[in-house]
């Protein structure tokens, strides 16, 4: 068993009355991705700011790289590296210029500190835009410098606010990519969420936060267990196909007056596939099929009865 | 304690974010740059003869250049202190300084390279109203001990002002009222002095906070230093205590803003 990078126990924080953390303990491994998930206003970035020693707790023990946040602070910050959910780069400084200095305040000296410039410009695609003024930059464009900044002085603890939020599909799979070398590394990486998905692919804890208060806490499976939701949504048009399919597949959840099936999934191609085999040797009519997987929507209202907002989207993949 | 603490390196990686900023972002120094040449051209030419005639020789006997350009330094300092209030207000509300706040940097580094930054530029503006009012006029008397004694009490009041500047800059949430908090240093003290007139031709109610206020002694000191005129004992003194006074509360002042919230 490894030590903890993170460990938190009762952490409290209010903003005048209102109650933003309400007693939250936390243990992160050391090399672990640990995935704060949570809807807006739920405290995800209040957690990280604490965490990282940017805002001070009302109460409770936080220890982070072996060290107590309050005597210590100093200590964490040498250990850590934050980047929060809102960009923090220099907007009047090139994007190699914010790098260089980040590289000062390591102080790494002058020729390591501008290989490394070059190196992480090279890593994140930015090397053109190296040269150019950060404010000029685009959203993602801020994000990938915001992340360099944060990896110059090479932290063992990496703090990251919602990374993959307002980046493109490819931007937001490199990003997951890179997280998962990180870690490789041996870094511990505490990183926010609103989406399941992302926690799922890349967390091995995750702790549900609304409101303040952890409300599960767990692996990605042993949270998709407490989610009754994946399942694979037949409807028929004619009421004798759907007689014949539900004799064909007993597991199914039966509704007669809207002619649909429910049959339990897991979302795997596997199951899709041998469900499609059993439609095809039955030889059913089947109007359309929708693939449901659980998301944080699911998750939240298992854990808290309460879904996180009113749309429920359905992913279709075939008609 | 393991980590080791780098002031001046880390200071000096600041003071270079901040010229780089002036360098690019040049508006504001320029402001501060020009408006003092503005006024010694402006009252030592324009206005230079309405002034002395009215003052009738009041004014020792020196010509009004010489009498108006120890109070138009003060004046280019006392100006100068908006843009690091500015600067360092503006810093505040962007991510970046959220990110220094999270690293193992010297904790006063920041504010410290706005001072600095500051104290450059103001250097500058200093050398160009003397520059000007020597070209307009101004015939200093003063040895070579008497130019660094001033040289050194003018940096004492800027770095000491721009301290002040930059904790009341602070205490405001927008740049704009940033600016605004500023205003009385940098409009009413050097108006509201013997910068202009002497502290017998004024109106006794003004007259009263001029004679209190730190400006006043200090100007005298430099007429004293600069065009060897009289000067009341311990006015060097008082401009010295002035000066640490300020800077002392403006420093302290200004770190307690800028580490307020966090830990410390
Ligand atoms: N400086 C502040 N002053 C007052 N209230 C605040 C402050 N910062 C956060 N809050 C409140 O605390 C609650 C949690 O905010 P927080 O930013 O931590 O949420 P979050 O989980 O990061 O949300 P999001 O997904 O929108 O980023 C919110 O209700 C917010 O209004
Ligand atoms: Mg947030």
Redo the contacts between chains.
């Keep these: 068993m490894s030590s903890l990078a993170i460990d938190v126990r009762g952490l409290r924080k209010s903003y005048g009355d209102k109650l933003v953390l309400d007693g939250i303990d936390l243990n992160v491994a050391e090399g672990t991705i640990f995935s704060l998930l949570g809807p807006n206003g739920a405290g995800k970035t209040t957690a990280v700011q604490i965490l990282s020693t940017l805002i001070a707790a009302d109460a409770g023990e936080i220890r982070v790289a072996g060290h107590d946040l309050h005597q210590n602070p100093e200590e964490v910050r040498a250990a850590i590296g934050v980047t929060g959910q809102f960009s923090a780069v220099d907007g009047l400084l090139t994007g190699r210029e914010n790098l260089i200095m980040m590289a000062d305040l390591h102080h790494v000296g002058r020729q390591v500190g501008r290989r490394r410039a070059d190196e992480l410009l090279e890593q994140f695609d930015l090397v053109e835009a190296g040269q150019k003024m950060a404010m000029t930059y685009s959203g993602g464009m801020k994000r990938r410098l915001d992340l360099a900044m944060t990896l110059v002085g090479s932290p063992r603890i990496i703090f990251l606010d919602e990374p993959t939020t307002g980046l493109d599909p490819r931007s937001r799979h490199n990003m997951w990519l890179l997280i998962r070398q990180l870690v490789a590394d041996g870094v511990t990486v505490l990183l926010t969420t609103q989406y399941l998905d992302e926690a799922d692919q890349l967390a091995d804890q995750i702790a549900v936060l609304d409101h303040g208060r952890l409300v599960a806490q767990g692996t990605p499976e042993q949270l998709k267990r407490l989610v009754p939701g994946g399942h694979i949504r037949l409807r028929f048009t004619a009421p004798e196909e759907f007689a014949l399919a539900a004799q064909v597949l007993p597991s199914a959840a039966q509704n007669e007056e809207s002619l649909v099936l429910q049959v339990p999934s897991d979302g795997s191609v596997h199951t899709l596939r041998s469900l499609l085999a059993r439609i095809d040797d039955a030889s059913l009519e089947v109007d359309e099929l929708t693939v449901h997987t659980p998301d944080l929507d699911d998750v939240f209202f298992a854990v808290t009865g309460q879904p996180t907002h009113d749309t429920t989207d359905e992913k279709v993949t075939s008609k | ?3 080791v ?2 002031p001046m ?2 200071t000096a ?1 600041m003071l ?2 901040n010229l ?2 002036a360098l ?2 040049p508006g504001l120094s320029l402001g501060a740059l020009g408006m003092p040449v503005v006024m010694i051209l402006l009252f030592g030419l324009v206005f230079g003869d309405t002034f002395s005639a009215g003052l009738g020789g009041a004014n020792g006997g020196f010509d009004y250049i010489d009498f108006l350009t120890p109070g138009i330094l003060l004046m280019s300092i006392a100006s100068g202190t908006m843009s690091p209030a500015v600067a360092a207000c503006m810093d505040m509300t ?3 300084v ?8 010297f904790r006063p580094a920041v504010l410290t390279g706005h001072v600095l930054g500051n104290v450059i530029l103001t250097i500058v503006s200093l050398a160009l109203v003397v520059g000007f009012a020597l070209l307009i006029g101004f015939r200093p008397n003063a040895s070579f001990g008497d130019w660094l004694l001033a040289s050194g009490l003018l940096i004492a009041l800027t770095v000491a002002l721009t301290w002040f500047a930059i904790a009341l800059g602070l205490t405001s949430k927008t740049p704009e009222g940033a600016s605004n908090v500023v205003l009385p240093i940098s409009l009413l003290l050097p108006f509201l002095s013997n910068t202009f007139i002497p502290l017998e031709s004024m109106p006794s109610g003004i007259r009263w906070f001029a004679e209190y206020q730190p400006f006043t002694p200090i100007i005298d000191t430099l007429r004293h230093l600069l065009l060897g005129t009289p000067m009341d004992n311990g006015d060097g003194w008082v401009s010295l205590a002035w000066c640490l006074a300020i800077a002392v509360v403006g420093y302290f002042w200004s770190q307690k803003n800028y580490n307020k ?4």
């Design positions: 304690m393991s980590t603490s780098y390196a880390d990686t270079r974010r780089r900023h690019r972002y962007e991510g970046i959220a990110r220094f706040r999270t690293m193992a940097i919230g966090t830990v410390a």
